[in-house]
């Protein structure tokens, strides 16, 4: 299982505060619009720095989730972070100050909104990368007759293959030559492939080599 994380930054937020009066933000809608869909939310955090000039002061941050749950937590100084157990679709800052005298500003700042997704890396086809490869072209000339190829996968390989297939044609898995294969190749291990030109038997053409990955859920990559 993978976890990563979808921010969604905000504008600063400052409120002015004169004595005890309790002072509100507007209430910021949360856009996921852009956020993935496919993967499973655990859990949402907000983060943001809290700056104030007042002597004194109690704020708070109140989110409400689209299911109507509710969570309250006071603001320290400096900086914040908070976990939410549910999806928080609105949130507002409030500031209250603790003498008659307090008159000041507090500022939120660098405030970001966390979607905590998790996933499972069998379910996906593997990212395959060239990392190098020593010729563009290989002909029957001695020196010339053999390209060294190094690719990687950002997952584990069940299997993998590599396929030449004449320019022009359609390149696929399970298309093509088969040049090399293997198998069980660990998530950013290196792996070279060699190609002879005694491999390719349809004389001068020029070949494209594409190399395919399939992960432990049995998906293959699109070359």
């Not at 905000?10 to 996921?32: A, Q, R």
């Amino acid at each position: 299982m993978h976890t990563d994380f979808f921010a969604i930054y905000f504008d600063d937020v400052t409120l002015v505060c004169n004595g005890t009066e309790t002072v509100v933000s507007e209430w910021f809608e949360i856009d996921y619009s852009k956020a993935p869909t496919q993967d499973i939310e655990y859990g949402y955090e907000v983060d943001f720095g809290c700056y104030s000039n007042l002597d004194g002061q109690n704020s708070y941050i109140r989110a409400i989730g689209e299911n109507g749950e509710i969570q309250e937590n006071e603001i320290n100084y400096d900086w914040n972070s908070f976990w939410y157990n549910f999806k928080p679709v609105r949130f507002r800052f409030e500031t209250t100050g603790t003498s008659e005298s307090a008159s000041g500003e507090v500022t939120f700042e660098l405030l970001h909104i966390a979607k905590y997704i998790e996933y499972d890396e069998t379910t996906r086809a593997p990212i395959i990368t060239i990392e190098h490869q020593d010729k563009n072209k290989i002909s029957s000339i001695l020196g010339h007759d053999v390209c060294n190829a190094t690719f990687y996968s950002d997952i584990h390989l069940l299997q993998w293959e590599a396929r030449a297939t004449p320019q022009g044609q359609t390149t696929g898995q399970g298309v093509g030559l088969l040049v090399e294969s293997g198998g069980n190749l660990k998530g950013g291990a290196m792996q070279t492939v060699i190609v002879n030109d005694e491999e390719l038997t349809n004389g001068d053409l020029e070949y494209t080599i594409s190399i395919f990955g399939k992960s432990d859920g049995g998906v293959w990559s699109d070359g």
